[in-house]
C-alpha cells in the first residue's frame, strides 16, 4: 500500500506556500483559500471556457463561491463550476483540493452546525474532521456526470460526521487487528484492506491510513501533520475503521480473496 503523498509544488505555484493548521480547521480553510487566491496568479477557474452563465474571464475562487451562492446562479451553473473544481483536484491536488473546500465552506459550515448540536467542544472538532476528511474523500469518486453535484458531496460529508458522532470509539491495539490480517489463511493484508475498501466497511482514505501507519510503521503524529488535522481526531477515525474491519474479520465478512479492483494504482 502506497504511502500517502501531499506534496505537489508544480500543480500551482501556491502550493508552495507553507501552510500552517491550527485547531480551528474551517477558519484556517478560509485563511488559507484567501491566501491562494491572492497575488497577480490567483487559484480561478476560466469562466470564459466554462460558459453555462459564468462570468467570461479567470474567476478566483473566493469570488466563484459568492457566484454560486447567488440566487441567480442555477443548477447548470452550479454543476458545471464544480464539475471544474474537481476535474483540476483530481488532476493537481493540493491547492485545487484546499479550493474545493474553501467553495464548500458555506455547505459545510452548516453540515457540522446541524451535526455539532449539544456536543462538546472535542466532539465538534472530532465531527468537523470527519466532515472535512468524508468530503475531500468524495471529491475522488463522485461521479460528475449525474446533477446536484455539491449537494450530494454535502449528504457524503454529512455521512461521515454522523459517523463520528454516533460512534463510540474503542481502543484497539495493533496486535488485536494485525493477528488476524497476519494469520493463514488471512494471506497478505493489503488484500484484506482492499477487500473491505471493495465491500464499503472502511474507506480507500482509512485503508490507506491503516496500511501506512500500522503496515508501513509511519508514526500517526507524521501523517496528522501532513494532513493538517489534529492528531486525536486522526488516531479516533484511524480507531473507528479498525474496528469495523476487525468485527468483518471475525464474522468472515472480509477475506483475501483477490478482486478486479486490486490493480487498482491506489493500492
Request: aromatic share 4%; proline share 7%; charged share 25%.
Amino acid at each position: 500500500m502506497p504511502r500517502i503523498s501531499y506534496d505537489r509544488p508544480e500543480a500551482h505555484p501556491a502550493t508552495a506556500r507553507t501552510i500552517t493548521w491550527d485547531p480551528s480547521l474551517l477558519d484556517t480553510v478560509e485563511r488559507t483559500l484567501r491566501q491562494l487566491c491572492e497575488g497577480p496568479a490567483p487559484l480561478a477557474i476560466d469562466g470564459k471556457a466554462i460558459g453555462n452563465g459564468l462570468p467570461a474571464r479567470l474567476i478566483p475562487l473566493t469570488e466563484l463561491r459568492a457566484i454560486l451562492l447567488h440566487p441567480s446562479a442555477d443548477r447548470t451553473t452550479r454543476d458545471a463550476a464544480w464539475r471544474e473544481l474537481i476535474t483540476q483536484a483530481r488532476t493537481y491536488g493540493d491547492a485545487w483540493t484546499i479550493g474545493c473546500v474553501g467553495v464548500a465552506l458555506p455547505g459545510l459550515r452548516h453540515v457540522i452546525s446541524t451535526l455539532s448540536r449539544a456536543t462538546s467542544a472535542t466532539d465538534r472538532a472530532d465531527i468537523t474532521a470527519e466532515v472535512v476528511i468524508g468530503f475531500v474523500h468524495a471529491l475522488d469518486d463522485i461521479d460528475l456526470d449525474r446533477p446536484r453535484i455539491m449537494l450530494r458531496l454535502c449528504r457524503i460529508a454529512r455521512k461521515a460526521g454522523q459517523r463520528a458522532r454516533r460512534a463510540d470509539v474503542v481502543p484497539v491495539s495493533p496486535d488485536t487487528i494485525l493477528r488476524p490480517m497476519s494469520a493463514p489463511p488471512s494471506g497478505h493484508p493489503d488484500l484484506l484492506l482492499a477487500d473491505a475498501v471493495e465491500q464499503g466497511i472502511i474507506t480507500r482514505f482509512e485503508a490507506q491510513l491503516i496500511g501506512t501507519t500500522r503496515l508501513e510503521d509511519v508514526n500517526l503524529t507524521d501523517v496528522a501533520e501532513a494532513l493538517g488535522l489534529g492528531y486525536d481526531a486522526l488516531r479516533k477515525r484511524r480507531s473507528r475503521a479498525e474496528a469495523r474491519l476487525r468485527d468483518a474479520i471475525l464474522d468472515g465478512r472480509v477475506s483475501t480473496k483477490i478482486h478486479d479492483s486490486m490493480s487498482d494504482p491506489a493500492f
